[in-house]
Every structure is written in C-alpha cells, then in structure tokens.
C-alpha cells in the first residue's frame, strides 16, 4: 500500500501523466487570454489600459473570443481540479489498471476535445457530450474511491 502513490505504481504513473496533459492544457489558458487581451485591447483594469498606446482606453468585459476563452479557462478549473482530486482517492483505491488507464484516457480526451468544441466553436450538443463524458468520469472514480472507503 506505501506504493500506491508512487510512479512504481503504473497506475499512479499513468494518472500523473494524463493530470499533467489536463493541466497542461488547463494553464494554456492564461497566456491565451492575455494574448487575446493585448491583440483585441481588451483590459479590464484602468492601470492596464495605460499600458496600450491608446490612453483613452476605457476597461472593456464584453469581448467575445477573449471572455470565451475565460469562459473556457473557468471550465477546466470546474473540472480538471477535480480530477486530479479523485483521480487521487480512486488511485488509492486501488482499482484494476486496464479500467484506470480506460478512465484516465477518456476524462482527457473528452477534456481536449470540450477546448476545440468551445473555442472553434462547434455546433452543440457537442460540448455538452464532452462536458458529460468528463462528469462522469470523476463520478465513477469517486464513487468506486467511497465504496472501498471506510467511514
Ligand atoms: N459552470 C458551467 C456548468 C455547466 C457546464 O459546465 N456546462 C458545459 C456544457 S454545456 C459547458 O461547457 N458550459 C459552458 C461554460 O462553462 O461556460 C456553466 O455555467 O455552464
């Protein structure tokens, strides 16, 4: 048990690995805003706003690609936190290792693929799928890290 969360533990390992592709993805975000703030002068402090050319620049908070991408960037914290969270308790528990690998692949993918539906944007229901795929991941995984649990 002192191995579990260690990377001699594949399944740990194969967690830690698919958590850093979420959180890779998940901290892109802020240097995609600031981007987009800078080529769309978008600020939304006064003491930003000074640092552009045009000091007559006011705060703006109604742009869309950059408020999408802070929609986007919200989500991911929403649910690639708890992943990594669960997937914590659920590596713990000790689950079988092509099951683990199955859920750890697909929270991912479903993730990086909620980005592209978001942020092309695709037409829905494909973002809600990818956002449902996601839930139901960590669902299983908390509840299969309460059932071996003792309380
Ligand atoms: N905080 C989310 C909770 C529900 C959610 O995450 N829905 C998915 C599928 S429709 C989504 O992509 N919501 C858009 C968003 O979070 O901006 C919201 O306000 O929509």
């Known amino acids: 048990m002192s191995d579990v ?13 698919y958590s850093g592709v979420v959180l890779c993805k998940t901290l892109i975000m802020g240097p995609a805003t600031s981007f987009f703030r800078m080529k769309n002068e978008t600020f939304s402090n006064e003491e930003d706003c000074k640092l552009s050319k045009d000091k007559s620049l006011k705060p703006k908070f109604n742009d869309a690609t950059v408020e999408r991408i ?30 683990a690998l199955y859920l750890f692949r697909t929270f991912a993918a479903a993730r990086l693929l909620h980005t592209v539906a978001y942020l ?17 991941v960590n669902g299983l995984m908390l509840f299969r890290a309460f059932t071996q649990a003792q309380y």
């Open 5 to 17: 969360l260690s990377f001699n533990n594949p399944v740990f390992s194969q967690f830690a690995f």
């Open 70 to 99: 802070r929609r986007c960037h919200q989500n991911d914290l929403e649910n690639n936190i708890p992943f990594l969270l669960i997937g914590l308790l659920y590596v713990a528990s000790e689950p079988y290792e092509n099951v």
């Open 120 to 136: 092309t944007p695709l037409p829905q229901p494909t973002r809600a799928l990818c956002f449902m795929v996601g839930v139901g």
